[in-house]
């Protein structure tokens, strides 16, 4: 006698048995007593293989929840794609049985994976993911995944990035052949990974045709890790490719301080006295005094000084010539960026 019949014989006799209870009570249906169909199977496809995703059902058809999952069995079919018929009937193989286990008692969400490898290329695979709770029936089928699978296409490779203010564009070279050597037969989209200190690598949009992007938004100074795959269509499916080499960069400030204002220029005894309004911003590194003599056209850099002064007085000046002189702001970047100077203030002296 089969594992089923034996089931349904144990069933039958278990229903009996209650039934000749002193207190009646109504009979659930078998068919309520095992988990409630999954509804969330999904599949990841790389160079390697498949990996099947999906949530443990937290209750029962009959709505009792549920503390454990024996086991889930994973149906497989696999077509050549060129005899593939949508719509038609399907005949799958013998499942592949793995191990469940308990749910967490704090209701949290718990999920499952199986992974597959060494699949054929030009090939249509269909997975759907039944549960059982026990002695008692599986559930239903879950969610059919379909997909199908090609060869990949190669790693990108030659990026780049360049920094800006909190931002990084990264651009690789275009990738025109499959990991056999051959040109692709297909438009290729690319996918941008991107993480910053220990995080685990996000997606960054997409998937996009050019073989560049701009990431916005970031903090200026910190690394970013970034890593690109490329994919190509075979029908409904996107296949990826391995990912390219990780390549790490810093967005930087350039944006200047904003120019100091009302600068005002005086000479007192030993020297002259320069005095401007202080400029308010966070990352302000000081302020940098230049000098002009009548005699030339350039301004020479004088001096120096940090972001909590705003005076400076010139002690190296003589009497008999008439002086200009310009203050700016310089902030914190690395390198610094610097103002636009104050107008130039002049003094002549006696």
């Excluded at 006698?1 to 278990?14: D, K």
């Excluded at 013998?94 to 199986?114: C, F, K, M, Q, W």
């Excluded at 967005?251 to 309004?277: C, M, Y």
């Excluded at 200009?324 to 636009?340: C, H, K, L, R, W």
Aim: overall charge negative; aromatic content about 10%; some cysteine.
């Amino acid at each position: 006698m089969s594992y089923r019949s034996l089931t349904a014989v144990s069933v039958i006799l278990l229903l009996t048995l209650l039934s000749g209870c002193g207190k009646k009570t109504a009979l659930v249906p078998p068919q309520k007593l095992v988990p409630v169909r999954i509804n969330d199977l999904r599949y990841n496809l790389d160079e390697h293989g498949v990996t099947l995703n999906w949530s443990y059902p937290a209750k029962m058809e009959n709505g009792d929840a549920l503390e454990a999952i024996e086991v889930f069995e994973i149906y497989r079919a696999v077509i050549p794609q060129d005899e593939f018929c949508q719509g038609c009937p399907v005949q799958y193989e013998e499942p592949v049985e793995i191990d469940g286990g308990r749910l967490p008692a704090s209701g949290d969400i718990r999920t499952a994976s199986y992974i597959e490898k060494k699949l054929q290329n030009g090939y249509r695979y269909l997975y759907k993911v039944r549960s059982r709770a026990g002695w008692w029936y599986p559930s239903g089928d879950s969610n059919v995944v379909s997909f199908v699978k090609g060869v990949p296409p190669k790693a990108p490779h030659g990026l780049r990035l360049e920094a800006g203010d909190r931002s990084l564009t990264l651009s690789w070279s275009p990738v025109t052949e499959n990991i056999e050597g051959k040109p692709l037969e297909h438009s290729v989209l690319y996918q941008v990974f991107r993480r910053s200190g220990n995080e685990d690598y996000a997606v960054l949009g997409g998937p996009f045709q050019e073989p560049e992007f701009i990431d916005a938004g970031l903090v200026n100074a910190v690394q970013y890790d970034y890593k690109v795959l490329a994919l190509v269509a075979y029908d409904d499916t996107l296949q990826a490719g391995a990912p390219s080499q990780v390549i790490s960069g810093l967005p930087r400030d350039l944006s200047p301080p904003p120019q100091p204002q009302n600068l005002v220029v005086i000479a007192i005894p030993g020297g002259v006295k320069l005095v401007w309004q202080a400029v308010a911003v966070d990352d302000l590194a000081g302020y940098r005094i230049y000098r002009r003599e009548e005699e030339t056209g350039v301004s020479r850099l004088i001096a120096e000084v940090g972001p909590e002064r705003n005076q400076y007085i010139d002690k190296s000046m003589t009497d008999g010539r008439k002086l200009f002189y310009t203050v700016t702001a310089f902030d914190t970047g690395q390198p610094g960026n610097e103002s636009m100077p104050t107008a130039e203030e002049v003094l002549e002296l006696r």
